[in-house]
Protein backbone atom coordinates (compact mmCIF):
# COMPACT_ATOMS: atom_id res chain seq x y z
CA UNK A 1 0.00 0.00 0.00
CA UNK A 2 1.24 3.47 -0.63
CA UNK A 3 0.32 6.37 1.40
CA UNK A 4 1.09 9.42 -0.68
CA UNK A 5 1.45 13.18 1.21
CA UNK A 6 1.38 16.37 -1.25
CA UNK A 7 0.68 19.48 -1.88
CA UNK A 8 -2.39 20.50 -4.06
CA UNK A 9 0.01 22.47 -5.91
CA UNK A 10 1.85 20.05 -7.34
CA UNK A 11 0.13 18.23 -10.39
CA UNK A 12 -0.01 14.27 -9.81
CA UNK A 13 -2.57 11.53 -10.88
CA UNK A 14 -2.79 10.22 -7.65
CA UNK A 15 -4.39 7.15 -8.39
CA UNK A 16 -2.01 6.41 -11.07
CA UNK A 17 0.71 7.02 -8.89
CA UNK A 18 0.19 5.09 -6.21
CA UNK A 19 -1.17 2.38 -8.70
CA UNK A 20 2.27 1.96 -10.64
CA UNK A 21 4.24 2.37 -7.36
CA UNK A 22 1.93 -0.40 -6.01
CA UNK A 23 2.77 -2.14 -9.38
CA UNK A 24 6.47 -1.93 -8.69
CA UNK A 25 6.66 -3.19 -5.47
CA UNK A 26 4.72 -6.31 -6.21
CA UNK A 27 7.16 -6.61 -9.30
CA UNK A 28 9.79 -6.75 -6.68
CA UNK A 29 8.11 -9.67 -4.86
CA UNK A 30 7.31 -7.05 -1.74
CA UNK A 31 3.84 -7.43 -1.16
CA UNK A 32 1.50 -6.33 2.10
CA UNK A 33 4.00 -3.61 2.76
CA UNK A 34 3.26 -0.02 2.95
CA UNK A 35 5.65 2.48 1.98
CA UNK A 36 4.93 6.78 2.76
CA UNK A 37 5.08 8.72 -0.10
CA UNK A 38 5.88 12.17 0.10
CA UNK A 39 6.25 15.34 -2.17
CA UNK A 40 7.67 18.13 -0.90
CA UNK A 41 9.40 21.29 -2.45
CA UNK A 42 13.06 22.73 -2.77
CA UNK A 43 13.74 24.20 0.66
CA UNK A 44 12.30 21.03 2.75
CA UNK A 45 14.91 18.89 0.28
CA UNK A 46 18.01 20.71 0.99
CA UNK A 47 16.96 21.04 4.59
CA UNK A 48 16.33 17.20 4.54
CA UNK A 49 19.68 16.51 2.51
CA UNK A 50 21.70 18.66 4.76
CA UNK A 51 20.34 16.82 7.75
CA UNK A 52 20.41 13.22 6.59
CA UNK A 53 23.37 13.67 3.75
CA UNK A 54 25.00 16.35 4.53
CA UNK A 55 25.13 17.94 1.28
CA UNK A 56 23.44 21.67 1.04
CA UNK A 57 21.76 20.65 -2.52
CA UNK A 58 17.82 19.44 -3.20
CA UNK A 59 18.32 15.82 -4.62
CA UNK A 60 15.55 14.70 -6.57
CA UNK A 61 14.82 11.70 -4.10
CA UNK A 62 15.68 10.34 -0.67
CA UNK A 63 14.93 6.75 1.22
CA UNK A 64 14.34 6.26 4.56
CA UNK A 65 14.00 2.68 5.50
CA UNK A 66 12.51 1.83 8.77
CA UNK A 67 14.84 -0.59 10.88
CA UNK A 68 13.61 -3.18 13.61
CA UNK A 69 11.91 -0.14 15.94
CA UNK A 70 9.90 0.66 13.66
CA UNK A 71 6.22 -0.48 15.62
CA UNK A 72 4.43 -0.95 12.40
CA UNK A 73 6.55 -4.37 10.73
CA UNK A 74 4.34 -3.74 7.60
CA UNK A 75 6.01 -0.48 7.20
CA UNK A 76 8.88 -0.53 4.41
CA UNK A 77 9.57 3.33 4.91
CA UNK A 78 9.82 6.89 3.25
CA UNK A 79 10.24 7.85 -0.10
CA UNK A 80 10.78 11.69 0.02
CA UNK A 81 10.63 13.16 -3.65
CA UNK A 82 11.27 16.97 -4.51
CA UNK A 83 8.68 17.54 -6.91
CA UNK A 84 10.68 20.86 -8.70
CA UNK A 85 13.76 18.57 -9.02
CA UNK A 86 11.83 15.94 -10.80
CA UNK A 87 10.01 17.97 -13.02
CA UNK A 88 13.33 19.84 -13.78
CA UNK A 89 14.91 16.24 -14.61
CA UNK A 90 12.07 15.54 -16.77
CA UNK A 91 13.28 18.44 -19.00
CA UNK A 92 16.43 17.68 -19.22
CA UNK A 93 15.43 14.28 -20.68
CA UNK A 94 13.17 15.11 -22.47
CA UNK A 95 10.36 12.82 -20.78
CA UNK A 96 6.82 13.27 -19.12
CA UNK A 97 7.39 14.50 -15.15
CA UNK A 98 4.90 11.49 -14.25
CA UNK A 99 7.51 8.81 -16.14
CA UNK A 100 10.38 11.01 -14.34
CA UNK A 101 8.27 10.77 -10.90
CA UNK A 102 7.86 7.05 -11.56
CA UNK A 103 11.58 6.59 -12.11
CA UNK A 104 12.38 8.02 -8.93
CA UNK A 105 9.97 5.71 -6.71
CA UNK A 106 11.51 2.96 -8.96
CA UNK A 107 14.98 4.23 -7.61
CA UNK A 108 13.81 4.23 -3.80
CA UNK A 109 12.07 1.18 -3.48
CA UNK A 110 15.89 -0.32 -4.72
CA UNK A 111 17.32 1.75 -1.79
CA UNK A 112 14.52 0.71 0.58
CA UNK A 113 14.41 -3.10 -0.28
CA UNK A 114 18.68 -2.93 -0.08
Not at 32 to 48: P, Y
Request: glycine share 6%; hydrophobic share 40%; with cysteine.
Amino acid sequence: MINLVSSSRYKLNRKRVKKQSDDILTAKGVGGVTVNLIFVGRNKMRQLSFNYKKEDVALPVLAFQYGEENDDENLLGEIVICYPQAVLLAAERNRKVEETIINLIRHGIDNLLK
